[in-house]
């Protein structure tokens, strides 16, 4: 298979149509890009670059492209170079954001250990509560306790006042009696 089978037709833009067919040499020899007859020229009027191809589909294809393309790479490996830069500027903002996120946690797990402790005293408050109010019942039960036996005793107080009350009208009775059978006595 000759070089000029694998270039069929110059294409200055992205090359021919031939393909290798897997038999003899890709290139014989190292040929520089511009080292070539008769001269392709691109839309610039300069003398476009050959070159081969090293990929798996179009392995040993032969294209041209222009001299300025070069250009292009730099345009894109500057592009590639600031999106490199962008990316690592993100994964800072993003490192910067996790460790505030991280903060943040620490932060509300503080908190939280705040408020079961919290929760811990109220706990206790509860409980002192609990006991008080316990004391309060017995207390009041104990209130009740000595209430009907002070009412038993007002009670009894009661019967005696109205026994009393009782004896003195008898007694007031028995001196008037007394008074007038002494003064019938007489």
Same mark, same amino acid.
């Given at each position: 298979?000759s070089q000029s089978s694998l270039a069929s037709g110059p294409n200055i833009h992205g090359g021919s149509g031939a393909?290798? !067919?897997?038999?003899?040499? /890709? +290139? ?8 070539? *007859?008769?001269? +392709?020229?691109? !839309?610039?009027?300069?003398? =476009? ?18 001299? %300025? #393309? ?20 993100? *994964? ?5 954001? !996790?460790?505030? /996120?991280?903060?943040? @946690?620490?932060?509300? *797990? ?15 408050? @509860? &409980?002192?509560?609990? #006991?008080?109010?316990? *004391?309060?019942? =017995?207390? &009041? ?5 000595? !209430? ?9 107080? %009661?019967?005696?006042? @109205?026994?009393?009350?009782?004896? +003195?009208?008898?007694?007031?009775? /028995? +001196? ?11």
């Amino acid at each position: 298979m000759s070089q000029s089978s694998l270039a069929s037709g110059p294409n200055i833009h992205g090359g021919s149509g031939a393909t290798y !067919d897997g038999q003899g040499s /890709l +290139v014989a020899y190292r040929v520089g890009p511009l080292a070539y *007859e008769p001269a +392709v020229l691109c !839309d610039c009027k300069l003398k =476009a670059y050959r070159w081969i191809s090293w990929s798996n589909g179009q392995l040993g294809r032969r294209y041209y492209r222009c001299r %300025r #393309a070069r250009e292009l790479f730099r345009d894109l490996r500057d592009a590639v170079w600031k999106l490199k830069k962008d990316v690592a500027k993100k *994964e800072a903002e993003v490192e910067d954001k !996790d460790m505030q /996120l991280v903060a943040k @946690q620490m932060e509300v *797990e503080e908190k939280k250990k705040e408020i079961e402790d919290k929760q811990m005293v109220l706990q206790v408050k @509860q &409980q002192e509560l609990n #006991a008080k109010e316990e *004391e309060l019942i =017995a207390k &009041q039960q104990q209130l009740e306790a000595k !209430d009907v036996v002070v009412q038993t005793l007002e009670a009894q107080l %009661r019967m005696k006042n @109205q026994c009393i009350d009782a004896l +003195v009208v008898l007694s007031v009775l /028995l +001196v008037i009696i007394l008074v007038v059978v002494m003064l019938n006595a007489k």
